[in-house]
């Protein structure tokens, strides 16, 4: 049996020596791939679905530009996003805190006057 590298050019031949070294290497270190499970109990834990609490960096970005659309009386009705759609989005970053802080105060005010 002999090993043709790419090349074509050398040949490998493996020798009993090292046969005997791959299979008793093989044999010595097969018990040490197991199961988890029978090195230590495994206990399941149940995780139950929670409402997701967090904004990428483009949500976060829209957050920002409803939020500024909101104080400034720059989102219309009849224009994308519509005005109710922009407060509730702004109500929910506000709620939980995807907005800055600045952004978030000014977003407070806004909602407290009116």
């Known amino acids: 049996m002999s090993i043709i590298r790419p090349d074509e050019r050398s040949v490998v031949v493996p020798t009993r020596r ?3 070294v791959g ?16 090195i230590m109990p ?7 679905e ?24 720059r989102i219309s009705p009849g224009v994308a996003p519509t005005l109710s759609v922009a407060e509730r989005a702004v ?5 939980h805190g995807f907005l800055s802080p600045p952004r978030a105060e000014e977003v407070r005010r806004f909602f407290a006057d009116g």
């Open 18 to 20: 090292g046969v005997l």
């Open 23 to 38: 299979l008793t290497a093989s044999f010595l270190f097969a018990p040490a791939i197991v199961r988890v499970g029978s």
């Open 42 to 48: 495994v206990r399941r834990v149940v995780i139950a």
């Open 50 to 73: 929670a409402e997701r609490l967090y904004a990428g960096f483009v949500e976060r970005l829209w957050y920002d530009a409803c939020a500024s659309g909101l104080v400034r009386g």
């Open 91 to 95: 109500r929910y970053a506000l709620k």
